[in-house]
């Protein structure tokens, strides 16, 4: 009770301006980070290699954090119950979406990113059957898998007569799902912790599983130029960042204020991709897109009407 009031005076005391630049800056970072991505994969630094390192900086920088300003003793609880979720959230997506940038566009994959929410509830019927879900949302679902289907049927990977939907869509979508899963397993668990404790307790076994791939597949360590290490370095900050306006977000608005983030995402790794790395926008993005927004739309219009 007293942390609904709690919440509750910060959602009166934030202003407009604040709660509007939150919204913005996580569109911006999390829209933006696929490009920056696919920028570093088209100038030949390796998949296995980009994510290593990646989240062993991520995790370092965490840790650090923790270890100065957190003084809560060591808990196993919460290590089983984070590194369970780390397994959908960080390691699983962040390989398939790496992947998936050799086939198709950046904007493609953060359309199909918007599509997350959509597809949690199959996630929450599974996972949490006691969930009660309206004929409106499985509406919403078909609709979203309309827009994705459209993707495939047409061929379409957002890039000038390049990639494969087949191979790069596929990978997409398995990301998507992990996405959808992920929601549901922080929804369940990460409640009961701080968040800094549970992101800084995920990427322990995040770490542990890249570097393991990258030492079973000999993958060499490469030399950045340093265009290529300042991208990384933006990377890096646009994940923590994205991560920290979405947490601060929901402990301050509404959630419907924060469902605003999924419409701009696209927007933003569309728009980035067609302007720094020449992809396409044509009528098959667009109306697999309004597929998706529709989805959306009746996904939370339901959930925010009372």
């Known amino acids: ?74 808990d196993k609880k919460l290590l089983k119950e984070a590194s369970t979720t780390a397994l959908a959230s960080i390691f699983f997506v962040g390989w398939f979406f790496i992947f998936s940038l050799q086939y198709i566009s950046a904007g493609l994959v953060t359309l199909l990113i918007s599509s997350a929410p959509v597809f949690t509830i199959l996630w929450l019927k599974i996972l949490l059957k006691d969930e009660k879900i309206s004929k409106q949302k499985y509406i919403s679902i078909f609709i979203g898998l309309l827009g994705v289907s459209y993707l495939f049927i047409s061929k379409e990977t957002g890039l000038e007569n390049q990639g494969n939907i087949f191979l790069g869509g ?5 990301g998507v ?32 599983l890249s570097w393991i791939v990258f030492l079973v597949t000999q993958t060499e360590i490469q030399t950045l130029n340093s265009s290529q290490i300042l991208r990384v370095g933006i990377l890096v900050l646009f994940n923590l960042g994205a991560f920290t306006s979405f947490t601060w977000l929901i402990q301050r608005v509404s959630a419907l204020q924060v469902a605003s983030v999924d419409y701009l995402v696209p927007v933003v790794g569309v728009t980035a991709g067609v302007i720094f790395l020449d992809e396409s926008f044509n009528p098959n993005l667009l109306i697999a897109g309004i597929f998706i927004f529709i989805s959306l739309i009746m996904n939370t219009r339901e959930e925010f009407s009372s």
């Not at 899963?181 to 076994?205: D, G």
Request: charged share 10%; hydrophobic share 50%; aromatic share 12%.
């Open 1 to 74: 009770m007293i942390s609904a009031v709690n919440n509750q005076n910060l959602k009166n005391q934030t202003p407009v301006i604040k709660i509007i630049g939150g919204i913005l800056t996580a569109a911006f970072m999390w829209g933006s980070g696929n490009v920056v991505s696919r920028s570093l994969l088209i100038e030949g630094v390796g998949e296995i290699f980009l994510i290593t390192t990646r989240v062993s900086i991520i995790g370092t920088l965490l840790l650090i954090h923790y270890s100065i300003f957190n003084r809560d003793k060591f």
């Open 170 to 174: 596929t990978l997409a979508f398995m």
């Open 177 to 208: 799902q992990c996405i959808a899963l992920a929601t549901v397993l922080n929804r369940k668990y990460a409640p009961q912790y701080k968040v800094s404790s549970w992101l800084t307790y995920q990427y322990p076994i995040v770490i542990f």
